[in-house]
């Protein structure tokens, strides 16, 4: 029974929600990516939900070998950057959701995301193995940050 209510509850807010987020764009119009079909952020509240990242291997280098690192780095600068777009730093993350090509690159994603939070706290995290992401990419992450802790 609470579960139903809590599902009534998220399904009568939902509208609500989304005049909000429509409302109160989360960056620049500058900083929207040129022809693709979403925004960088959106701001419901005081939370901040960003477009999964994708971290691509410079060319020529092997996307699950040496150039799997440069990926997350692109993807995890990339999340930086609209953080800071929006007043925020990598402290204010509170949930991120890793998508691998591979789980393999699972350890090697670790070592090189846990950089970006040093002296932070670690925000919650999932994590899955994903076949076929956007644009051959190794790895993608999205994440929601708060305005307020």
Known sequence: MKRLLATALLLAATPALMQTALAQPAVAPQALPAKLPFSPSIRVGDLLFMSGQIGQAPEGMDKHKE????????????????????????????????????????????????PYFEGKRLPTRSAFGADGLALGAPLEVECIAAFKS
Do not use: E, Q
């Open 67 to 114: 150039g799997f690192d440069a990926a997350v780095k692109g993807a995890m600068d990339s999340i930086g950057k609209i953080l800071a777009s929006n007043g925020l730093d990598f402290g204010h993350v509170v949930k991120c959701t890793v998508m691998l090509d591979d789980m393999a690159d699972w350890p090697r994603f670790n070592a090189a995301y846990l």
